[in-house]
């Protein structure tokens, strides 16, 4: 079935729903993250790579990871990187930007890998939009081998009460609404995105979160004040 073009997941964030919003906004998905983040996103991906501390032979499952450009730094280092997306979408502009990454279509709560897989698993805005948050923690935990750590960068609180009072009452419900009317091929994708950040827990809820699904040595950095967080921890 024909996905609309106007196609949107809700905050119920069903899976089909979810993968079919994205499939509509993939071709201009990477710029539509440069346009709404102000170019801060390069720092974001920048604190990741950090984080993960990709190596030749490492093992790294890239969730979320869209059209491979999270993915690609990993790649460069040398480590072993599986860029996985629920969307067909993403994942076939994937394909056409870099031919050499091999994309695999897969559902954060039902991760088809075996146990003790991965040295890494990290995830980058997407968290935020699988079905059940706390089953697709325990599923990274089980793929990722004792020792090897989790990186989760998401949209978070923001520290200083007037930037949150900015951030929430302007970015996300004005400007962003009107960058995406004038660059995406799906304006109303991104009513969602504000929707699901501003119904997304904070950071120390998340870490807790983290650590009822078994991870341990749980720590996190805000990053541009607290609009994105950067969480951290060991399996």
């Known amino acids: 079935m024909a996905t609309s073009p106007d196609a949107r997941a809700t905050l119920a964030k069903r899976r089909a729903d979810v993968a079919?919003?994205?499939?509509?906004?993939?071709?201009?998905?990477?710029?539509?993250?440069?346009?709404?983040?102000?170019?801060?996103?390069?720092?974001?991906?920048?604190?990741?790579?950090?984080?993960?501390?990709?190596?030749?032979?490492?093992?790294?499952?890239?969730?979320a990871a869209?059209?491979?450009?999270?993915?690609?730094?990993f790649a460069d280092a040398g480590a072993l990187v599986v860029p996985a997306?629920?969307?067909?979408?993403m994942l076939a502009e994937g394909k056409k930007r870099w031919p050499d990454l091999g994309f695999v279509n897969a559902d954060a709560c039902e991760l088809p890998f075996a146990d003790d897989t991965f040295d890494a698993v990290t995830i980058s805005y997407g968290l935020r939009n699988v079905e059940h948050t706390e089953v697709a923690l325990a599923e990274m935990r089980r793929v990722t081998r004792p020792g090897g750590?989790?990186?989760?960068?998401?949209?978070?609180?923001?520290?200083?009460?007037?930037?949150?009072?900015?951030?929430?009452?302007?970015?996300?419900?004005?400007?962003?609404?009107?960058?995406?009317?004038?660059?995406?091929?799906?304006?109303?994708?991104?009513?969602?995105?504000a929707e699901s950040i501003l119904a997304w827990p904070d950071q120390p809820t998340l870490a807790s979160m983290?650590?009822?699904?078994?991870?341990?040595?749980?720590?996190?950095?805000?990053?541009?004040?607290?609009?994105?967080?950067?969480?951290?921890?060991?399996?």
Not at 149 to 176: C, H, K
Request: charged share 20%.
């Open 20 to 63: 079919g919003m994205f499939d509509q906004v993939a071709s201009r998905y990477d710029l539509m993250n440069g346009i709404m983040s102000g170019g801060q996103h390069l720092y974001w991906r920048h604190e990741v790579v950090k984080a993960v501390g990709p190596r030749p032979g490492m093992r790294i499952l890239d969730l």
């Open 66 to 73: 869209g059209t491979g450009t999270s993915s690609r730094p």
């Open 85 to 89: 997306d629920l969307s067909f979408g």
């Open 149 to 193: 750590v989790v990186v989760i960068d998401e949209f978070s609180t923001p520290l200083w009460a007037p930037l949150r009072s900015v951030y929430r009452g302007v970015v996300l419900s004005r400007l962003i609404p009107a960058a995406a009317h004038a660059f995406s091929s799906n304006p109303q994708a991104y009513d969602y995105l």
């Open 210 to 235: 983290l650590e009822a699904a078994g991870w341990h040595d749980i720590e996190w950095k805000n990053l541009s004040g607290g609009v994105v967080a950067l969480h951290r921890a060991r399996a």
